[in-house]
């Protein structure tokens, strides 16, 4: 019996790579995964990734891992392109030949219009998006490689503390009362979702920028709203904010997306926030 091709998923300890792991036996059967976290692989050394991939040779890999957390990014710029930019360099190196996929953000953008298409310009306010941008630009030169921009993704990972939903629980359950802007917008979207749509997109051969959101555009504090409502029994406590009294690093005001182009390509229609929590009343989130 011919062996299963062999997916790498890199950051499987995280949101999107918990859940790409975890949805593969039914959205990608075909596959053998090979869930890749820190401990298994230091993805910042280069002699290390070079022989993990001669030793464990992949037939695809979706590169999850980043240092995605943007105060922690300002506070290491060093750090933050040695893991954002440079260990994805040396991944799409040693995936020249296979499909691979890279995780991008929403926060490529400046937020000035919002709805962006992947035709826009990027012109990324934080250090985070700086080194997403430079590592998108290094990925799209293979055009047998793809690049997903994505934004807020909620859900459950293993450390309790990587979706937008936990954030705001891990706050709640610690008294605090968040205020959450009511003039900035995302696109968030449910991480199995976004792993669903990724391994249909893996399935359908497409390569090069694609866009990856909710399909409603909303402020963080009716996100905020959403959320609350989904745990009343730990009487969540929200107050209205705005950009315009925010004093601290830039923001990006819109970053919300036009994802026509992937969603053209998927056997399911990608919801929004509060559409997909209504439809899964009992789900984690």
Known sequence: MKPRPLAWITGAGGLIGHQLVALAGQFAPNFQIEPLTRQRLNLVDPTAVKEYFETRPPQLIIHCAAMSKSPACEASPALARQVNVEATQRL??????????????????????GFYDESAAVNPLNVYGETKAVAERMVLENPRHTVIRTSLNGGTSPTGDRGFNEEMRRGWLAGRVLRLFTDEYRAPLPAAVT????????????????????SARLSRWEIGRLVADRWPQLHPRIEAGSLRQYEGPPRAPDTSLNCAKIQALLPFQLPGLGEWLAANPTAEF
């Open 92 to 113: 799409a190196g040693v995936a020249a030949n296979i499909p691979f996929l890279f995780f991008s953000t929403d926060l490529v953008f400046d937020g000035k219009t």
């Open 195 to 214: 792993a669903r749509a990724v391994w249909s997109l893996a399935a359908s051969g497409a390569c090069g920028l694609f866009h990856l959101a909710g």
